[in-house]
């Protein structure tokens, strides 16, 4: 019997192996991704501070008005929502669809119409399966997401926010807080909002032609912008969730193995002691 | 000549930070150059070569996406969707995307996938114009 439990634990201690090799190798491909995509999200920080500034200067002229900050009328808002392209991430695609779900709840409760446009496949298999009006699905796009496709997506949106499909867009992804903590956020994005420092005053600023028609040519630029940064945001989230994730998985593994290389040990000692004690009373029976 | 502080910005990065002398750039109304002491100025950018003069007589130049450029007192700060020098052009990705927007138009499918692709057609000839391969 001792023999047969030995395989047993030998064979299970190999398979607990090979499976730490492969969230191993997942913790440090995740970590490589993770410093590549923080860099890229740094990297747009600067593009944003000087459109968000261009744009409240212009909207702290007390003559301002666009279609773009107009108060809401319809009911009926689009919901963006960012979710990664693979699962293994720990909590990190259900946490943002669960916020996401209830965000929209929310919204039903409250009478508006909800759309969805999904981006990363989770997002997309999530939305459609549970028969959300899904107008635009775009998965695989995070990890080489490029400001073409942010503009394309953005282009979009635009075109159908000009044309009254609907007159809210809210933002659903994962920011990145730190290493150890990624929290999904609902952010709203169109009607453009709360811009102005407080400060009415016209500035001696020449806008060419009209600074109504440079801050409608900016929404776009800045919703391109954001939707870029967003992805980027929780592709560095759904990567650093993933290296937790996996890193757990990796000391899971280790502890088991421990437990079991015990167990191991002990049953080889058993079956020595065994072993022993029946050569030592066989001679013994001998002698007599 | 006097020079001011130009920064060129994209989402990706801080493309370009130093002292220039003068800067072109189109809006829709046209061509714009830039010198040092312009009046205050926001104006947005076509789809267009930005050309950068750092001494007064040679110029560099870039393509621009949709932007938006902005002179202040003695700064001017070009914020675009991308931007590239022209020797840095990815020739056969512009053709590629010229090529699918010319196919999407041929296409005549509605209004919006018209204008999108129109918008992308213009975009890819303006980056082919500014690496010199049309």
């Known amino acids: ?288 | 000549m006097q020079s001011f502080k130009l920064k060129i910005v994209t989402p990706r990065s801080v493309f370009y930070e130093g002292e220039a002398v003068q800067v072109i750039a189109k809006t829709q109304a046209g061509n714009i150059g830039i010198l040092a002491g312009h009046t205050p100025y926001v104006a947005p950018l076509v789809p267009s070569p930005l050309r950068i003069s750092e001494n007064g007589t040679d110029f560099r130049t870039a393509a621009v996406s949709t932007g938006v450029i902005k002179a202040e007192k003695d700064r001017v700060t070009v914020v675009a969707g991308a931007v590239e020098w022209a020797e840095d052009i990815d020739v056969a990705r512009a053709e590629r995307s010229k090529e699918r927007a010319e196919r999407e138009l041929a296409a005549k499918k509605g209004d919006k996938e018209f204008e999108r692709a129109e918008q992308r057609l213009k975009r890819a000839l303006n980056r082919l114009s500014v690496s010199g391969k049309l």
């Open chain 1, 1 to 288: 019997m001792a023999t047969a439990n030995m395989k047993d634990v030998k064979r299970r201690i190999k398979s607990v192996e090979s499976t730490m090799q492969i969230t191993k190798a997942m913790q440090l491909v995740a970590s490589s991704k993770l410093r590549r995509a923080k860099e890229r999200a740094l990297a747009a920080q600067p593009f944003f501070e000087t459109l968000y500034d261009t744009m409240s200067d212009i909207s702290n002229d007390p003559a301002f008005k666009s279609v773009y900050t107009k108060k809401k009328l319809l009911r009926s808002t689009l919901i963006v929502v960012i979710a990664g392209d693979r699962g293994l991430a720990g909590g990190f695609n259900s946490n943002v669809l669960k916020l996401a779900v209830s965000h929209a709840e929310e919204l039903k409760a409250s009478g508006d119409k909800v759309s969805v446009i999904a981006i990363g496949k989770k997002a997309v298999e999530f939305f459609e399966k549970r028969g959300y009006d899904v107008i635009s699905a775009y998965p695989q796009v995070a990890e080489n997401m490029d400001i073409y496709d942010a503009e394309d997506i953005s282009e979009e949106i635009i075109q159908k926010f000009r044309s009254a499909y609907f007159d809210q867009v809210d933002l659903v992804y994962t920011t990145f807080v730190s290493a150890l903590s990624q929290t999904p956020v609902a952010v709203s994005v169109l009607p453009v909002k709360d811009l102005g420092n407080g400060r009415k005053h016209s500035s001696l600023t020449e806008y060419d032609p009209s600074p109504e028609e440079v801050f409608d040519s900016l929404v776009p630029q800045y919703l391109t912008g954001l939707i870029y940064a967003a992805v980027v945001d929780s592709f560095a989230s759904e990567q650093a969730a993933r290296r937790t994730a996996m890193e757990s998985a990796s000391d899971n593994a280790e502890e088991m193995i421990n437990g079991l290389s015990l167990l191991y040990n002990r049953a080889r000692q058993a079956m020595i002691t065994q072993e022993l004690t029946e050569i030592s009373s066989a001679s013994l029976n001998d002698s007599q």
